[in-house]
């Protein structure tokens, strides 16, 4: 395979990043209308829109001031708005999406957990927009760091590379098990399965991002790392002090 994979439309050459990336929004949001028109639990219109306006607002602002982030050195030295706008990371859209989403909360004054019905789908977005990372290749910065392992793989170099979006594809799937698994067995309150998938996912990219290339920014962690183990201490305490 010849990295990275493009596609021709309207007659110019787009990276296959972003062509996968709008079709998981797409089957993503999809997948959530679908589930919330067969889910029992219904919430009025303004929490509904409250909820909506607060996680989108949120992970716009968020993925792409963690994305830019990642390298503070050219943030700060060299703006430039529209690598500002281009630059982008889930992990900064998931982290801020919930901060408006819990901001949109009080202002409505709903106390209950919204985040179950969205879990499936996003993971759902976040797997179809992998694939788009990975055929990118090393042409954005989604790539892993070169190594000898028996998973190393040429993707646009001299390098043989982590497939780190492979890993975190195969991850996911196995978390979309799990979760299912777990939620079959009625046993705990709504929320529970968001709550342990948002644990669980920056867990495992604390560690993924070792063997991606990154700037240090304390010790030998990068910006990515730290949001994650904020996150990480966030759902522990949450979970530990919740009456499951």
Request: hydrophobic letters at 50%.
């Amino acid at each position: 395979m010849d990295f990275p994979v493009t596609f021709q439309i309207f007659g110019k050459t787009i990276l296959a990043h972003p062509v996968f990336e709008t079709l998981g929004i797409f089957l993503g949001m999809r997948f959530y209308f679908y589930l919330k028109r067969k889910s029992t639990e219904k919430l009025s219109f303004n929490t509904s829109a409250a909820v909506l306006i607060g996680a989108t607002a949120g992970a716009l602002i968020g993925s792409k001031l963690i994305g830019n982030l990642e390298n503070p050195y050219i943030f700060f030295n060299d703006f430039n708005f529209k690598r500002f706008w281009t630059n982008n990371t889930i992990v900064g859209g998931l982290a801020f999406g919930l901060i408006g989403v819990e901001l949109a909360k009080k202002i409505v004054g709903h106390k209950e957990s919204t985040g179950d019905l969205i879990v499936y789908p996003l993971m759902l977005a976040m797997i179809i927009g992998r694939i788009g990372c990975f055929l990118t290749g090393i042409h954005e910065e989604t790539y892993g760091l070169p190594t000898d392992s028996i998973f190393g793989m040429r993707l646009g170099d001299e390098y043989l590379r982590h497939p780190v979006a492979l890993y975190e594809i195969a991850f996911l799937i196995v978390l979309w098990i799990v979760l299912t698994m777990i939620q079959k067995k009625n046993k705990y309150p709504s929320g529970f399965v968001f709550q342990l998938f948002m644990l669980s996912y920056f867990s495992f990219r604390f560690f993924l991002d070792f063997i991606k290339p990154k700037i240090d920014i304390i010790g030998n962690l990068g910006t990515i790392q730290l949001v994650c183990l904020s996150v990480i201490i966030y759902y522990i305490y949450k979970i530990k002090t919740s009456k499951y």
